[in-house]
């Protein structure tokens, strides 16, 4: 009876059909690290859960944030979390507002745009979920609406419009008609001291009781502005004025009232002032939370944190800026990017954070050059670039924190060149680019000391925009895609230090980016633009080179497609930076994104069910990783000689069957094997190297024939779950 029960489970044997899965499964995805540049966004502070909110945004002044500005996101004080990415959320906008609900706790939030809809629908955040509400009335809606919590009087108070200010209480939208003036659409903060709703506006406070709005204090001290932030700091009994734009710069300055006079307290030390932004302040770590907004130079990730005394960095960022270069020093954990953003930016990426470098001088030109590391001197290396119609040929180096220029004849100046560090050679490889008057096709080769010409007898034609990187299968260096003329390219190329060799083509790239992952030992390339018959059309997709052709490893999860940079610190892929899919190319990012290593992991769940027979287990040989050809199964504790078989699944399940519980469900593949004479059933399970695989999670359960077995002659395992890493 065993047999023909097993005979029923019967399906194509494992190794099969995680072969089949390979073409179905979700692939590795790119997952976004922080909110990226964002201003016009929604804030509320959560008292329960200790936590910023932040919801929605733009990444222009017009334009609704991507991904959604349906993307969730929560500060802890030291990180950001992205939270309810799998719950229905409310539409994208941006210039909505959010207050927590004393009623039912939660943030509430209201109002907003998205491109010409203006919204008036009101929702909660209870830290897990999105819920719509349905009061009976609605305020106007639309960008720039405000809110605040009103302790004392358990509301929710909206910035008055039309001579209305209207109250949430905690079910239904209350108009409040009042007479006399009004602050009108500015920002508002409860003061804990005074026990009102407060706003600032013309350069005045107000406070409003509850039926009329009234002024306070001091006028005239504080320059008059607007989108600035306005927050109460109940621990110092102050109410705090940040930045926003006043008579038509963005400001900077920080402002305190302590219930007497203002106090100017030190700027915000950012690189220019910001409008636009969100502050609320943390009452759990006594700081006031500064994140994101605009200026000149466009939109900013960064926080600020303000803790009665000075500034802290608390996520520092790269602007947004446009063709970002990155390159990784795998062995020392680290990242440095480079950039124009306005005046320039150095940043290092170490330990999960960006840290901005002051370095005393840095290359003139800072467009489109190229960056590697050179890992026997321990420097990075830019060479080439532009800034405007001027091309550099100036070599430069980064080393203890500064930028030097080396005093050596470089190559004719350029930009949009490929460039890499050839491991094997220990050399910087060159090629292409476009010059003042050609496109160049031609090899240079940079040893420390000097630049010297190569002069292969075959070699790729003229381009620019492709990408180049070190291939350590073959130990050669790869070039792969372009642009010639109006043609993008998708030939793959490979120089081995005498000649370049032609691997093979795939579809065609220009301005994609390209890096090794020496976890892998694979080259990987991220989206790119191609041009073709019909049009252009971006993409976000994600690619790796095998030795001898391309194949995807990644899917959804970003949509920064050109003019982005990526590297690896020896453990992740980075992503920074770039422009959409379908991105106004004068509309640059300041998102960074990781292609996470997925951890391998076997672990048993459940209960096995051997009835009078000796307790059978399951277990896992070797590491649940793909291409791990020597991994495989054990079921132990068995007879001698006695038949097992090990059924996978994709689900879990806990079915009754005669007093046992079967644990997966659905089946798509079955193993089998016979004991030996030490009661072991050795399965072996290749692991095939599909990508596709990475981060899926497998269940499995195992069936020994068993004459004292528990059900039909049979004895069930305790379940096994194999979480597939890289």
């Not at 745009?113 to 009061?135: E, K, M, N, V």
């Not at 239904?172 to 009108?184: M, T, Y």
Request: glycine share 14%; hydrophobic share 40%; net charge neutral.
């Amino acid at each position: 009876m065993g047999v023909m029960f097993c005979a029923r489970l019967g399906r194509p044997a494992v190794g099969f059909a995680l072969l089949l899965l390979t073409s179905a499964a979700t692939a590795q995805q790119w997952r976004q690290l922080t909110p990226g540049a964002v201003s016009a966004a929604a804030a509320c502070f959560d008292p329960e859960r200790n936590v910023m909110v932040v919801f929605g945004g733009t990444v222009t002044s017009a334009v609704p944030v991507r991904d959604g500005s349906s993307a969730t996101w929560e500060w802890q004080g030291s990180d950001w979390v992205r939270v309810g990415e799998n719950v229905p959320a409310p539409p994208v906008r941006f210039g909505a507002a959010m207050a927590y609900d004393p009623v039912h706790g939660g943030c509430l939030l209201f109002g907003g745009r998205s491109g010409s809809a203006i919204h008036t629908d009101t929702w909660r955040w209870d830290g897990r979920a999105w819920s719509q509400l349905t009061p009976a009335g609605a305020p106007p809606g639309g960008e720039g609406v405000r809110l605040a919590t009103d302790w004392a009087r358990a509301r929710i108070v909206l910035a008055p419009s039309g001579g209305t200010t209207w109250e949430w209480d905690g079910s239904d939208w209350l108009p409040v008609a009042h007479a006399g003036s009004d602050p009108g659409r500015v920002p508002l903060a409860y003061d804990h001291t005074r026990g009102r709703v407060v706003a600032f506006a013309q350069g005045t406070l107000w406070e409003w009781d509850g039926a009329r709005w009234m002024t306070f204090g001091t006028g005239g001290v504080v320059p008059n502005r607007t989108d600035h932030v306005l927050a109460h700091d109940p621990i110092r009994g102050h109410l705090l004025v940040c930045c926003g734009v006043v008579g038509g710069n963005y400001a900077r300055d920080f402002w305190a009232w302590d219930g007497t006079s203002w106090q100017q307290r030190a700027d915000v030390p950012a690189a220019s002032g910001r409008s636009h932004h969100v502050g609320v302040f943390d009452r759990s770590r006594g700081r006031f939370v500064v994140f994101g907004g605009a200026d000149w130079r466009g939109d900013h990730a960064d926080v600020w944190e303000w803790d009665g005394l000075q500034w802290y960095a608390a996520e520092p960022s790269p602007v947004e800026c446009f063709d970002p270069v990155m390159a990784g020093d795998s062995l020392g954990g680290r990242i440095l990017l480079f950039s124009s953003g306005g005046s320039g930016q150095t940043f290092e990426w170490h330990d999960g954070k960006w840290n901005e470098q002051a370095p005393t001088t840095m290359p003139t030109e800072q467009h489109r050059g190229g960056l590697v590391f050179d890992s026997p001197r321990d420097v990075f290396v830019y060479f080439g670039g532009k800034r405007g119609s001027l091309l550099s040929s100036d070599t430069w180096e980064w080393s203890l924190g500064d930028w030097h220029q080396r005093q050596v004849v470089g190559p004719p100046a350029r930009s949009s060149h490929a460039m890499a560090y050839d491991a094997a050679r220990a050399r910087i490889v060159v090629f292409g680019g476009r010059g003042a008057s050609q496109i160049f096709d031609d090899t240079w080769e940079f040893d420390g000391t000097q630049w010297q010409q190569a002069l292969p007898v075959t070699k790729p034609s003229w381009r620019e925009l492709s990408g180049m990187a070190f291939e350590p299968i073959r130990q050669e260096v790869l070039m792969y895609g372009g642009l010639r003329g109006y043609t993008t390219l998708g030939d793959t190329w490979a120089w081995d230090g005498n000649d370049w060799i032609q691997r093979g083509s795939s579809l065609p790239r220009e301005d994609f980016a390209m890096c090794l992952d020496p976890v892998r030992d694979r080259v990987v390339r991220h989206g790119g633009y191609w041009r073709h018959s019909t049009g252009s059309t971006g993409h976000a997709d994600t690619w790796e080179w095998n030795g001898a052709s391309w194949t995807r490893i990644a899917g959804a999860g970003t949509v920064i497609s050109r003019r982005t940079a990526m590297a690896s610190d020896g453990r992740d892929l980075l992503l920074f930076g770039g422009i959409t899919v379908n991105g106004n190319a004068n509309d640059p990012l300041a998102e960074t994104a990781i292609l996470g290593r997925q951890v391998s992991h076997a672990s048993n769940y459940g209960t096995g069910c051997s009835g009078t027979a000796p307790a059978v287990g399951l277990a896992a040989y070797g590491v649940p990783r793909i291409g791990n050809r020597a991994f495989g199964l054990t079921v132990h504790d068995t007879r001698p000689g006695a038949r097992c078989w090990v059924g996978l699944s994709t689900g879990i399940a806990a079915q009754p069957l005669h007093g046992c519980t079967i644990l997966v469900k659905p089946w798509i593949g079955v193993v089998t094997g016979v004991s030996s004479l030490a009661g072991v059933c050795r399965l072996p399970l290749a692991l095939p190297d599909a990508p596709a695989l990475v981060g899926m999670r497998f269940y499995l359960q195992g069936f020994v024939d068993e004459p004292r077995g528990a059900v039909a002659g049979l004895a069930f395992t305790p379940g096994l779950v194999l979480a597939i890493g890289n």
